[in-house]
C-alpha cells in the first residue's frame, strides 16, 4: 500500500459511512465507482481505486467478509458541482471500507471538506479555509454539495418520512451564504420531496446516525494528521486524544453539570429561607380560599333562590291572567269576525279600485275627445268672426255703394230735369 503514503497527499475515507457512524469492524473494501466530467481544470483529477484483498497459500485471492453492512449511517454516495477543484464530480461508495488515491491536487481532501461542509460543518473545521465562499470553484457563482445516507432498518430516522435514504444538500453562493434542503430518497438514488430545510433537523439526524464530525477519530484532516505525527509534546496528543475519545466534552460537560448544580444547591439554600413565609402565606392562602368557597356556595343558594322567585312571579302572572282568559278568547273571536269583514273590505275596495282605473281610463278618453272638440271650435269659432267681419265690411261695401247710387239717381234726376227744361224752351 506504498500508494497511500502522505508524499502523494492520499486521505482514506473510511468505513463508506460518515466517520463517527455505526461501522462494520474489519470490512472488507468495495470498488468505488467514480463520474468525473473532463474539466477544462488545470489540475484535472486523476483517481485509482484499490480493493484490499488477502492471498492464501496457492496464491489465490481471498476476499474478505467479516459481519455484516450497517442500516444507518453509511456514505452511499457524493456529489460535487463547482466544489473547490471539482467542476463536477460524482462518486458511488461501498458499504464498507473505501480508498480514494490520487496525485497531490487532484482532490481527494475537497472529498472529506465537502462532506465536512454537507452535513453542518464550519469552514474553519476542514483547516482549508475561513469562509464557505472559499470552497466556490474559481468563476462559479454558487457551489452544490449532495450526500446520500443509508437510512434502513429499525434504527432508522424517521423512516416513515425520509425512506431507505437521507438526502442532504448544501448550497453555497459566492458571498459565503447558504443553504439546507433534506430531502427523502430511495435505494435507487432517486431524490424525492423536499422534507426541511433548518440545520436543526441536520442536526437531529447526525445525533440519531452517531455521526460526529468535528471528531478527529472520525475523520481526520491532513493537517491534523501531520501534526499529530509531528508532534513530540505530550500534551497536544493528550489534547488530540480527549477530543477524539469525547473525554473532553464529557468533562465541559460534567463542569458545567457540576456548575448548573451548584447554583441549584445555592437556589434551593436562598428558597428554604423563604420556605416558612411561603407556608405561612400559603396557609393564609388556603384559609382565603376556603372563605371563597363558603362565599361560592353561598352565592349558588343566592342564584337557586332568584330563580324559585322567578318561578313563583310566573305562577303569580299566570293565575292573575286566568281571569282575562275569557275575555281574550271573546276578542280574539271578534277579531276574527273584524278580520273578516276587513278581507271583504278589502276586496271590495279592490274592485272599486279597478272601477275607478275604468273610469279613469274613460275620462282620460272623453277628456282626450273634448280636447278635440274644442280645439275644432276654437278652429271654427275663428273662421266664424273671419266671416264676420267680411260679411261687415261687404255690408259697409254695399251702403256706400247704395249712397252712392242714391247720389247717382238724384245726379240723374237733376240732368233729367235740366233736360226737360231745356227742351221745353
Known amino acids: 500500500m506504498s500508494s497511500m503514503k502522505h508524499s502523494r497527499g492520499a486521505d482514506a475515507v473510511h468505513e463508506g459511512d460518515i466517520p463517527g457512524a455505526k461501522r462494520n469492524k474489519g470490512a472488507v473494501s468495495d470498488d468505488v465507482e467514480i463520474e468525473e466530467d473532463d474539466g477544462d481544470d488545470e489540475d484535472g483529477e486523476d483517481f485509482e481505486m484499490s480493493q484490499l484483498h488477502t492471498q492464501d497459500e496457492a496464491g489465490t485471492t481471498v476476499v474478505a467478509e467479516i459481519g455484516r453492512e450497517a442500516d444507518v449511517g ?10 473547490m477543484c471539482h467542476k463536477r464530480f460524482h462518486v458511488q461508495f461501498g458499504p464498507n471500507v473505501n480508498f480514494v488515491l490520487g496525485r497531490n491536487g487532484s482532490g481527494k ?12 460543518g464550519k469552514a474553519t473545521a476542514t483547516q482549508r479555509g475561513t469562509s464557505l465562499k472559499q470552497f466556490v470553484r474559481s468563476g462559479a457563482s454558487h457551489s452544490e454539495v449532495i450526500v446520500h445516507l443509508r437510512n434502513r432498518g429499525h434504527d ?26 433534506l430531502k427523502s430518497g430511495s435505494s435507487s438514488g432517486s431524490r424525492g420531496t423536499v422534507v426541511s430545510t433548518k440545520k436543526e433537523e441536520l442536526q437531529h439526524i447526525l445525533d440519531h446516525l452517531n455521526i460526529q464530525i468535528d471528531n478527529p477519530v472520525s475523520l481526520l484532516s491532513q493537517e491534523t494528521s501531520r ?17 477524539a475519545t469525547q ?11 457540576r456548575d448548573n448544580l451548584e447554583e441549584m444547591k445555592r437556589g434551593i439554600e436562598k428558597k428554604k429561607k423563604f420556605l416558612p413565609e411561603v407556608q405561612q402565606e400559603a396557609k393564609r392562602l388556603e384559609e382565603k380560599l376556603q372563605e371563597f368557597q363558603a362565599l361560592e356556595g353561598l352565592e349558588m343558594k343566592l342564584l337557586d333562590l332568584k330563580k324559585e322567585l322567578q318561578w313563583s312571579m310566573v305562577t303569580q302572572l299566570e293565575q292573575s291572567v286566568e281571569p282575562y282568559r275569557a275575555d281574550i278568547e271573546k276578542e280574539r273571536q271578534r277579531l276574527a269576525k273584524n278580520q273578516s269583514k276587513a278581507d271583504k273590505a278589502k276586496t271590495f ?36 268672426r273671419a266671416k264676420q267681419k267680411k260679411f261687415r265690411d261687404a255690408e259697409h261695401e254695399l251702403r ?17 230735369t235740366k233736360r226737360d227744361e231745356s227742351t221745353a224752351l
Not at 74 to 83: C, D, H, M
Not at 109 to 120: Q, T
Not at 230 to 242: E, G, I, Q
Request: a negative charge; glycine letters at 4%; aromatic letters at 6%.
Open 74 to 83: 453509511i456514505l452511499e454516495k457524493i456529489t460535487l458541482v463547482n466544489f
Open 109 to 120: 481532501s475537497a472529498i472529506m471538506n465537502a462532506v465536512v461542509v454537507a452535513l453542518g
Open 156 to 181: 432508522a430516522y424517521r423512516h416513515e418520512v425520509f425512506g431507505d435514504t437521507i438526502v442532504v444538500e448544501r448550497h453555497i453562493r459566492s458571498d459565503g451564504t447558504g443553504t439546507y434542503k
Open 227 to 243: 501534526n499529530f505525527l509531528h508532534s513530540s509534546d505530550p500534551k497536544n496528543k493528550y489534547k488530540l486524544f480527549m477530543k
Open 247 to 257: 473525554l473532553e466534552k464529557i468533562s465541559q460537560d460534567y463542569e458545567a453539570t
Open 349 to 384: 275596495c279592490a274592485s272599486f279600485d279597478v272601477e275607478c282605473q275604468e273610469l279613469n281610463q274613460k275620462m282620460e278618453g272623453a277628456c282626450q275627445k273634448a280636447a278635440a272638440v274644442n280645439e275644432r271650435k276654437e278652429s271654427l269659432s275663428s273662421e266664424l
Open 400 to 416: 256706400a255703394l247704395e249712397r252712392q247710387l242714391v247720389d247717382k239717381n238724384k245726379e240723374v234726376k237733376a240732368l233729367e
